[in-house]
């Protein structure tokens, strides 16, 4: 009889997932399973848009199996043009609209098995692809210097 209530209470609470904490915040799956993450401000930015094809390609190259999760808070207009990036290399991609998801990440590329990276951010993955190139300061010329010509 116990068993039948224990499984009552666990039907009427409505969370019937194995740490649903862990996959409210990676939008439905599991740190284990995370390859790549990114933020809303990495995700708008106009350098990685222009490599998202490339990161595309060179994950589906490494994992077959992959997935790409995209969160609601993006602009519809950024939403539909990386789905469509991402299903012409064959990725399953989904829109993840949770009433009570707690996700800070736009972006998640998973898999869907355990591969258990410890470093799962666009930065330590991918080292030069937002990198911003050094720009050359103008070296400020004293009072001196502007009078005298040097």
């Known amino acids: 009889m116990t068993d039948l209530q224990k499984t009552i209470l666990q039907k009427a609470s409505g969370e019937n997932r194995l ?45 077959p199996q992959l997935f790409l ?15 469509k990036e991402a299903q012409a290399v064959q990725i399953t991609t989904t829109i993840v609209d949770e009433k009570l998801a707690a996700s800070q990440f736009a972006l998640l590329f998973h898999t869907d098995h355990a591969v258990d990276l410890e470093n799962i ?27 005298f010509g040097g």
């Open 69 to 83: 999760k995209i969160s609601p808070n993006l602009s519809d207009s950024l939403q539909i043009s990386l789905m």
């Open 121 to 147: 951010s666009l930065d330590h993955t991918f080292p030069n692809l937002l990198k911003e190139a050094p720009t050359k300061k103008a070296e400020k010329k004293g009072f001196w210097q502007k009078l």
């Open 19 to 63: 740490d649903p904490d862990q996959q409210r915040l990676y939008m439905g799956t599991f740190r284990e399973r995370v390859l790549l993450t990114l933020s809303f401000s990495e995700a708008t930015s106009k350098d990685f848009q222009g490599h998202f094809s490339a990161i595309c390609k060179e994950l589906k190259d490494k994992y």
